[in-house]
């Protein structure tokens, strides 16, 4: 069964940091491509970053050189580190995991930024 655990959110002042960690378990592929997604209020769910297990990173244009995406695949553990956080970063943050064509999400962690 497929696990993945997430924990970093909060409330941060803008221009505050915060790291995101989401460690997952049960995944038996060694490829796979990890991300985060988040969703504001009233807004549909929108990709922040993937790192791919051949190490290219994409990012959103809105956190492009303030968030970095890194993965720890010996510990099945993949990070968010959000510098220069905005109020627009106000999110709901999911972390996932893409073998082939099964999307694994995690429960999601509060992230608000206070302006």
């Known amino acids: 069964q497929v696990q993945l655990v997430e924990s970093g959110g909060g409330l941060v002042q803008s221009g505050g940091s915060l790291r995101l960690s989401c460690t997952f378990s049960?995944?038996?592929?060694?490829?796979?491509?990890t991300g985060w997604y988040r969703r504001a209020p009233g807004k549909q769910r929108e990709l922040v970053a993937v790192s791919t297990s051949g190490g290219s990173t994409k990012y959103a244009d809105s956190v492009k050189g303030r968030f970095t995406i890194s993965r720890d695949n010996a510990n099945n553990t993949v990070y968010l580190q959000m510098n220069s956080l905005k109020a627009e970063d106000t999110a709901v943050y999911y972390c996932?995991?893409?073998?082939?064509?099964?999307?694994?999400w995690g429960q999601g962690t509060q992230v608000t930024v206070s302006s």
């Open positions: 996932n995991v893409k073998v082939v064509h099964t999307n694994y």
């Open positions: 049960g995944i038996i592929f060694d490829i796979y491509t």
